[in-house]
Nanobody, 124 residues
């Protein structure tokens, strides 16, 4: 059974940092495209970042230069380091995986499994 569990959300002031973690199990972790997406207060969804099998990241323009996606294949953990946070970054952040071979690993909203999410709130 595929399971994804996110940790690390919280409340910070603008300009602060958080690191989100996603613990994955139930599949060959290192073989697939993974990513983070977020849903804001109006339930709008945005794919934030993806990372392919080789570790190459892709970022949304809104977070480029501030967020870093990475993974630890030995621990089956996906990370999202978020720096210089802004109030508009406030959202529920979820990790997700595409359980098919996808070397492009782009930001389209097309994932097979996702976690429950962790809330990030940034105050001004």
């Amino acid at each position: 059974e595929v399971q994804l569990a996110e940790f690390g959300g919280g409340s910070v002031q603008a300009g602060g940092s958080l690191r989100l973690s996603c613990v994955a199990s139930g599949y060959a972790y290192s073989d697939y495209c993974m990513g983070w997406y977020r849903k804001g207060p109006q339930n709008e969804r945005e794919e934030v970042a993806t990372i392919n099998k080789e570790g190459t990241p892709t970022y949304a323009e809104s977070v480029k230069g501030r967020f870093t996606i990475s993974k630890d294949n030995t621990k089956n953990i996906l990370y999202l380091q978020m720096n210089d946070l802004k109030p508009e970054d406030s959202a529920m952040y979820s990790c997700a995986v595409r359980l098919w071979m996808d070397p492009v690993c782009d930001l389209r909203p097309d994932f097979r499994y996702w976690g429950q999410g962790t809330q990030v709130t940034v105050s001004s």
